[in-house]
């Protein structure tokens, strides 16, 4: 299973569709509720990248939809959390989201390029005939590690198009004479002279 999903998380490279298609399957195979992928932004603050349902819907304003609590202890710790009941965990004892949003069972995992983690996964179940075992936070971060592959790949190959982009738009916007080019003001002068 593993390895069906990872080809089809590898074929996609586009990470606007990557990320809801790779949510999408976490959820299918871990039997969550909800599923939200984050990534950390240039200045350290989260941004909610993919946030679904288990009918593959997105969710609207997912920043109320989890525990910050734990996604912050799997950043800081870069390792995968399993918590089979989060509404007896003494250290979520003081956490509102986890009480006002009735949540049973929490599991995540960092999402890593090399030794840096670059966010995480997080899902979570408000059944008791769906509670997340040690296995169901194995599989995460199994997910974890072939999702952040395949998001290194979609955004390094975003960043090389908007590159591609930025470089004709700068050709298109050059001026200069037959292959000769160039903006200076003595370049500028040259052109004139010819």
């Known amino acids: 299973t593993l390895f069906e999903i990872g080809k089809s998380l590898v074929a996609e490279t586009d990470i606007d569709k990557l990320l809801p298609l790779a949510m999408d399957k976490v959820i299918a195979e871990t039997e969550a509720q909800r599923g939200i992928l984050t990534i950390l932004g240039a200045d350290g603050e989260l941004l909610f990248e993919s946030a679904r349902n288990f009918d593959q819907k997105d969710i ?83 997910f974890a590690a072939l999702i952040s592959v395949a998001i290194q790949n979609a955004l390094e190959r975003r960043r090389l198009l908007e590159q591609q982009l930025e470089l004709r738009t700068a050709l298109e916007h050059s001026q200069g004479y037959g292959e000769i080019i160039g903006n200076s003001p003595a370049m500028q002068e040259v052109f004139a002279l010819i």
Do not use: H, M, W
């Open 60 to 142: 609207e304003r997912p920043e109320f939809e989890i525990s910050k609590t734990v996604i912050d202890r799997v950043l800081e710790s870069g390792k995968p959390a399993v918590i089979r009941n989060a509404l007896d965990e003494p250290e979520l004892a003081g956490s509102g989201s986890i009480a006002r949003l009735k949540v049973l069972s929490v599991a995540c995992a960092p999402l890593c390029s090399g030794e840096q983690v670059i966010g995480a996964i997080y899902i979570d179940n408000r059944d008791l005939t769906a509670v997340f075992s040690e296995e169901t936070g194995r599989l995460l971060n199994e």
